[in-house]
């Protein structure tokens, strides 16, 4: 038996410490998770993901530049006391929403040396529980095209009780667009659930790993990861001695790639779609899809 519990997680790590080079220059001065998609900024929605997914106690890795993220999260009692006399509850309430639906955490990474380094940031809160991780510049959409429910976190819930190992969210990517994820190989127990074999992080053509379908035929694209992840704490131990790798960064895949030998993984196909905002083209597509969603509302 390992020393993890498994019962439902609950805690949950978002980094959101990164530069942002693929989004300069307005990331020079304003971090990339906090840019708006409608009227709230690209973390709100990772945010209300973990939360609908039931995960209650939520770490942000943060860097210097980034107290303003922590600031979104705070209550903001004078400004709310300002609302109220005004009469605008519902604004208030809203703001009152936003700090109190999870128990907030933070953690400045010191020097942005890659995601691997930044989830090890997040040790001394994780302890021994398994743990969920969301890249906080990427967007999930559910199976009905809109964000919120945590479709995706719960399938890698699901994963992880069922196999009491670790899991991720995978998704189709065309052959000569592969050598910019992180891929798997494996095969395909049933509809949407894989067993992973291998990992590699941004391959070449040929050196990608191969997934299998059900029937043993080999999908003809590769498979990525999609930004959300369900890791057991032995991950710690394994980011604790990876070298730097590509782009001379600590490597998240690396150590991923070596507790799948120990203790298996398993992959869950995005039921929706991912958005990624790290890029002015993401985000654009990710503010259509918010405001179509909001006027068919309206
Ligand atoms: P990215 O690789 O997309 O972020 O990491 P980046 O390094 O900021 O982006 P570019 O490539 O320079 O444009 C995915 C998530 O991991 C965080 C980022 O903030 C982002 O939310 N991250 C990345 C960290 O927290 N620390 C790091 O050292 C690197």
């Known amino acids: 038996m390992r020393a993890e519990s498994f019962h439902r997680p609950v805690k949950a790590v978002l980094p959101a410490a990164g530069f942002g080079t693929r989004f300069l220059p307005i990331t020079k001065a304003v971090p990339k998770e906090m840019l708006p998609v409608g009227d709230r900024p690209v973390i709100d929605y990772v945010v209300q993901e973990a939360v609908a997914a039931g995960f209650t106690d939520i770490l942000i890795i943060v860097s210097r530049e980034k107290n303003c993220i922590l600031d979104y999260f705070d209550r903001n009692h004078e400004l709310e006391r300002r609302l109220r006399s005004a009469g605008k509850h519902s604004e208030a ?14 953690v400045r990474q010191p020097e942005m040396k890659g995601l691997g380094d930044a989830v090890l940031q997040a040790q001394a809160f994780v302890g021994k529980d398994p743990f969920a991780l969301l890249l906080a510049d990427t967007m999930i959409l559910d199976n009905n095209g809109r964000p919120g429910k945590g479709d ?25 667009r592969i050598h910019r994820y992180g891929v798997v ?17 941004k391959p070449q053509p040929d050196e990608a790993p191969t997934m299998l379908d059900s029937g043993g035929q080999a999908y003809s694209h590769g498979f990525a990861f999609a930004a959300r992840y369900l890791f057991t704490a032995r991950i710690f131990d394994f980011l604790r001695t990876t070298q730097p790798g590509k782009n001379n960064e600590i490597q998240l895949t690396d150590a991923m790639a070596q507790l799948l030998v120990e203790e298996g993984f398993y992959g869950c196909r995005l039921p929706g779609k991912r958005l990624d905002i790290g890029n002015a083209a993401g985000l654009l597509e990710a503010h259509e899809i918010i405001l179509k969603g909001k006027s068919s509302h309206d």
């Open 152 to 176: 995706s976190l719960n399938a890698l819930v699901s994963a992880h009780l069922e196999h009491r190992c670790s899991s991720v969210a995978i998704e189709p990517v065309a052959a000569e």
């Open 93 to 106: 309430d809203e703001l009152e929403r936003i700090a109190s639906q999870a128990n907030f955490h933070f």
């Open 185 to 201: 190989g494996g095969r395909e127990l049933h509809s949407g659930q894989f067993e992973l074999k291998s990992m590699v992080e």
